[in-house]
């Protein structure tokens, strides 16, 4: 009941963060540009920053109840939300909660309305905060997720240099407002790209134009570097996983070759490391499962693994607990086409669950198939169960992936389970004296 109210709370923050980061778009999109046009807030642009003024003091409101959703496993996890959040964001929430755009519009005095307009704009960086919590919930690989903030954050950028640029060359965009938008953003563009096809260039008697087109391009710069740098790691990143697993296929191939492994003994292990990679990417369960604590890797199992061991008959009615437990020793192995899983006449430890192929069951020569086992069949258990010697000969048809259970591991869970220990000794007896007559 915690957990899903904790969840509940995170939910609400993550979409509410998004409504904010939305409005805090919309302002800093619309002040500055209603700074350069001189126009008064009225009709539609005077409700909504209305509005959006409403929200962010209701904002306020919010952050002081609601901790951010890793409040719990930060530094500050002792102290209250109401606490951390007087020590960072609350002077910035504050004073963006004023619309000075609305007190201060005097349609001349601009540097005035332009300082304290500029307080209202800086909600945006709000955003910047939000970038690690919707890194976490957005499916997304995290260097796309950064790219994206930073493509946002540079289409503001040019915006704010495009207004700039308006104001400095002192253009009137009253009658042809849209259209002298349009050109001064055409210009932040090509400066900031540095392409400067030169048709828009500063007027070099006026060294404040000539100042702020060489800051234009030094960004410019800047961004494109970012960019490249950021892309080429994002690009690394996505192929890192596919080139370890070539590395470790050349590794392989070199041994085999050095110790003049025969042919189709070699094309067997490339098949093999084919199949590894067309259904896994190269990831080995057990591996990344043994750096994970304890409780996770119960967790990881249960997922993993419940659909498989809940088709076995002798744990259908078994305890939770006990499910759990044995959930946790199963083990991932897989074999190839043609592989005797277990072998007729053999003492066997494990029995076997096939989570995907299928498996023959072999007469005693190995001529006759009995039967075929496939996904969600499991075998072997009379053997775990009894040590009795194998009663068949298991052969994988394709490639399967099984999941196996030693002896050692289910007697040490079952151990704590004596009225279930009892009941799978007698499934298990009964169902060898079935397969005997």
Request: glycine share 6%.
């Amino acid at each position: 009941m915690v957990h899903t109210e904790h969840k509940n709370k995170d939910s609400f923050i993550f979409y509410w963060d998004i409504w904010i980061a939305l409005l805090a778009t919309y302002l800093a999109i619309e002040v500055p540009y209603g700074l350069i046009v001189h126009y008064r807030p009225e009709g539609v642009i005077l409700f909504m920053n209305l509005f959006v003024t409403c929200v962010f003091v209701a904002d306020i409101f919010v952050r002081f109840r609601q901790p951010s959703p890793h409040h719990a496993h930060s530094q500050h996890a002792h102290k209250s939300p109401a606490q951390v959040y007087l020590q960072g964001w609350f002077i910035l929430d504050v004073l963006s909660a004023i619309p000075f755009e609305l007190l201060l519009w005097n349609g001349g005095n601009f540097g005035l309305c332009l300082v304290f307009c500029l307080l209202r704009v800086l909600k945006i960086f709000r955003v910047s905060s939000f970038q690690s919590t919707w890194e976490h919930r957005i499916t997304l690989n995290h260097g796309i997720v950064r790219l994206l903030f930073f493509f946002y954050f540079l289409g503001l950028f040019m915006h704010w240099i495009a207004c700039g640029w308006i104001h400095i060359r002192m253009e009137d965009v009253s009658a042809h407002m849209l259209h002298t938008y349009i050109l001064a953003l055409y210009w932040c563009t090509t400066t900031v790209t540095t392409i400067g096809y030169g048709d828009i260039t500063p007027d070099k008697n006026k060294s404040i134009e000539v100042v702020y087109t060489m800051f234009a391009q030094l960004m410019g710069a800047g961004a494109f570097g970012y960019i490249i740098g950021n892309i080429a790691t994002l690009l690394t990143n996505i192929d890192i996983v596919k080139t370890r697993h070539r590395e470790r296929v050349d590794r392989v191939d070199n041994y085999m070759k050095s110790k003049k492994i025969p042919k189709k003994l070699q094309e067997r292990v490339h098949h093999y490391y084919n199949y590894i990679w067309s259904t896994r990417k190269g990831y080995d369960d057990a591996e990344i499962l043994s750096e994970l604590p304890a409780s996770f890797r119960y967790e990881f199992a249960l997922f993993l693994n419940k659909s498989v061991i809940e088709k076995v008959p002798m744990f259908k009615d078994a305890d939770p607990s006990l499910l759990k437990e044995i959930l946790y020793y199963l083990k991932p192995c897989i074999f190839a086409p043609g592989d005797a899983i277990c072998s007729f006449g053999e003492i066997g430890d494990e029995m076997y669950f096939i989570n995907k192929g299928s498996v023959e069951v072999l007469s005693k020569d190995g001529h006759h198939v009995y039967a075929t086992i496939k996904e969600g069949g499991f075998f072997g258990e009379i053997a775990l169960l009894l040590k009795q010697p194998r009663n068949a000969t298991i052969r994988a048809v394709g490639y399967c992936d099984l999941y196996s259970l030693d002896k050692e591991s289910f007697d040490r869970v079952i151990s704590d389970y004596p009225e279930f220990e009892k009941h799978i000794q007698q499934m298990a007896k009964e169902r060898l004296e079935k397969q005997q007559s």
